[in-house]
């Protein structure tokens, strides 16, 4: 089987196919977890939290499940690929529907969450400006992945149990009903029985005809912020991960020394994660400083000292897209993470295996047929 595609929900899915005994090739036309990619950034957050939407909080807890075990097995990294700082969400209302939605299904899946009020965040993130905030809620199992580099340790362990990884990009040569081969930027030539399109923003690229449109990248953007010297009240000891749901913005602490990150969870405009340019842009620096100057004020003037314009994938409502080619029986896509699709990528992956084996029912959701080209997102 060929999985094209090498972040988070190719690497995944080659890792399911090839324990069920398959043999896997996975080709990516930059390198698993590239700068380009949407799983090449440093950090990414892991929550179950998603109001009453309680599939991805299931898939959100069976993954990072899943994400720990593959640590424990690869035990020896450099430094920890999880850090269990805890997610806080905020909300200015404090009757806030999906806040308050999110509280009920976390608790009904038994993980632990906790509504806090002021003296309580006040007592525990002095640093944190919440005096406006009617709805706080803590999350403490989850918490932050180290993305890039999880990603890249998965690619490394499935070469060592036998995968054959490929730097190359890859063009669809259909036959008929079904896909015969790729032809990789070398002209060599690639056969399997099974292939599963899992190259995210690039998605629109190789099926243009079928996805364009409903497959939308959009340039977005995230800042790291110095922290003072000598000052840990920034670092994963002492603050969480945080999704300050009103404002737009999400953030992850100070980790393995980079800074701060602060991110922009509104779509941005259209972009080509090809030729896209990924310079910083003022704009974003301006939204990012006035949200520290209003949260965590110590910060407001703290140097940029990392950027990164990466890209979200969307899909109209924010469902991913998991399901067969409508032309081709043998090829699946995979795609749509629309901002929030890293931390399920071992669900993903677990899913799409099992589509491709058969083993498992569609979720119509996922669907091709779900998936319209008028934004109308109802997934956070």
């Keep these: 089987m060929v999985v094209v595609g090498a972040g988070v929900f190719g690497a995944w899915t080659a890792h399911h196919l090839l324990t069920s005994g ?34 991805y909080s299931r898939w959100a807890l069976q993954s990072l499940t899943e994400w720990r ?17 805890g997610v806080l969400w905020m909300a200015s209302n404090a009757a806030d529907p999906y806040t308050t939605a999110t509280l009920d299904t976390v ?9 806090l009020d002021q003296m309580t965040l006040r007592t525990r993130w002095p640093h944190l400006m919440t005096d406006d905030i009617g709805l706080a809620v803590l999350e403490p199992s989850t918490g932050v992945l180290v993305a890039r580099r999880a990603v890249q340790t998965l690619v490394a362990d499935l070469e060592a149990r036998g995968a054959q990884v490929i730097r ?57 912020f110095g922290t003072p010297a000598g000052d840990d009240r920034f670092g994963p000891s002492h603050t969480p991960a945080w999704v300050d749901f009103g404002a737009g913005i999400y953030g992850v602490p100070d980790i393995e020394a980079r800074g701060l990150k602060v991110g922009i969870d509104a779509h941005g405009p259209a972009f080509d994660p090809d030729a896209g340019d990924r310079v910083l842009d003022a704009e974003s620096i301006e939204r990012t400083r006035a949200w520290l100057r209003h949260r965590m004020p110590a910060l407001a003037d703290a140097p940029i000292v990392e950027s990164r314009v990466c890209q979200y994938e969307n899909t109209s409502t924010g469902d991913f897209l998991i399901d067969r080619h409508p032309q081709l029986e043998n090829v699946w896509i995979a795609g749509g993470g629309s901002g929030h699709g890293f931390k399920h990528g071992p669900a993903v992956g677990e899913y799409l295996a099992g ?7 569609p979720e119509p959701r996922f669907s091709l047929s779900t998936k319209g080209t008028e934004p109308h997102r109802v997934v956070y």
């Design 22 to 55: 398959a043999r896997v090739s996975i080709i990516d036309a930059y390198g698993a977890a590239n700068a380009r990619s949407s799983s090449g950034d440093e950090s990414r957050i892991v929550r179950f939290g998603y109001g009453p939407d309680e599939l």
């Design 168 to 224: 190359g990009r890859a063009m669809a040569r259909p036959a008929g009903r079904r896909l015969e081969s790729v032809l990789l930027s070398d002209g060599t030539e690639l056969g399997a029985d099974a292939f599963v399109f899992a190259c995210g923003a690039w998605l629109p690229k190789v099926f243009p005809d079928l996805l364009q449109g409903r497959v939308r990248p959009t340039r977005q953007t995230v800042i790291y």
């Design 107 to 115: 608790q009904r899946l038994g993980q632990p969450i906790h509504a």
């Design 69 to 85: 075990k593959l640590f424990a097995r690869l035990d020896g990294a450099a430094a920890p690929l999880f850090h269990a700082c």
């Design 355 to 361: 589509l491709v084996r058969g083993t498992v029912d």
